[in-house]
């Protein structure tokens, strides 16, 4: 078993600190632009236990696995899985879950925080009246200025910096200084904001509509698509496969309870989630109920609260929320980085967060100009954007959940394994390990799949020139997708 601490990278000192952590990087944009949606569209409440279903089988045993592999390694992905393959005297390929989670985490954090930029552009322009209650086509416009317009790409990266260096001013304080003071102060702030944003839109909405979208049980519309929709937003919502929860797991303070902490992190997202759809269909009348992904957020979202009164704060505050919850996501994805670069070259901490913050943000610059300057630019038929979230959604985070479950389930041995989980009831070590062993590999094989021919799919609507494409194509404006490996705008589900 690998030495404790052989490197420093430091520690939470408070055990509630690893929930509020982990919760920041588990509240993400996909509870508020994927989660509403399907749940409209899959049989409301129905959907919401076939979700938590999904989650209990597959998203909890390798959320736990990833967190008691940081905490007893004490390192991050990359030095936990070489130290557990050593032990094991497995195959030195097994080690490759570290790198990969490392890649996966660069990528999503590199277009994280550039759609970061656009939401925090929307706060000032909701305080400002730039929407103006002027109709959809006034927020398309506010968009299109912003994102896609050529001639405006400096203003784009500007937002993109700022966001970015509000991540780098909490990260390069440190663990304990930057990261848990932060999430202790930005979480419990974004679930009270939250809460008011709800009794606001019920004291002024149509409460009714929420609670039928979202919570009223439809048997009718229940199919395969809805298993498979509750699937991937079971897999893709809560960070797995990024080195998010072992290296939150190595800095989790001494007698912290993960495994009661991650149950309570799991139902506090789905939570978030229902009542952020409340709101969203309350303000709305039931208005957005074929409405997702990018367009709910920055066109039709907007569009709807221009209407109401006092818009102008309204808009600042459901994106200040939005705002608190990319910038938490961000600051959970930065760690895996900075972790893993102070472990690879022993350099300090500032130096490590500087290193990486420039990374990332050349990374993000494809991107970023993917919507403007570069938007003629289709490798293989695919903008930058959409192969950077196709090969970290469809193909790198699959890969890494396949390793690690497989690794655990089938070259660790039972005692090991049990070592690692720490107390349980005996039914639970015994339902953690098999699922782990035999139906983790195959399910999260399924979703990588799944997610890469919809993607491929999805390309071939708004581009023929793919060579898997069929030459009787449609061409169908492009449309950017969200930041998460989540689907975006990829069908993944029936509607």
Known sequence: MPRKYQTSIGSFTRKSSFFWAALGATVGLANLWQFPYLASQHGGGLFIILYLACLLL?????????????????????????GYVKTAGSHPLWRLAGPLSIVAAFLVLSFTVVFGGIVLAYIFYGATGQFGGSGEHSASRVLTNLVADPGNYREFMAWHVFFLLLVVLVSVRGVVRGVERSVRILVPFTLILMAGLFLLSVAGGQVGAGVEQILESRPEQLGFGSVRA?????????????????????????????????????LMDTLFAIGAGLMMFSVAGGGLDSERGFGLLFVSLPDTLSALPYSQAVIAAVFLLVVLIVWATS??????????????????????????????????????FSFNLWSEYHPAGASLFRWLELISGGILIPLVGILISAFTGWCLT???????LGHAAAPLRKYWYWVLRFVVPLVVAWIGLQYTVFSLANVCETSHSAIWCGREQSVIEDQPVQDEPSGGDIQYDDG
């Open 331 to 368: 600051i959970a994805l930065l760690e895996p980085l900075v972790g893993w670069f102070r472990e690879w070259v022993g350099a300090p901490r500032r130096f490590s967060v500087g290193v990486m913050a420039i990374a990332v943000w050349l990374a993000g610059l494809a991107t970023l």
């Open 230 to 266: 509750a699937f991937f937003h079971a897999f893709y919502t809560l960070g797995l496969g990024m080195g998010v929860w072992a290296i939150f797991g190595a800095y989790a303070a001494p007698g912290t309870r993960l495994k009661r902490s991650i149950l309570a992190v799991v």
């Open 58 to 82: 597959v998203t909890l045993p390798l959320m736990v696995t990833e967190t008691v592999f940081g905490r007893h390694a004490r390192h991050g992905i990359v030095l936990a899985m070489a």
């Open 414 to 420: 039972r005692k090991y394994a049990n070592m690692l």
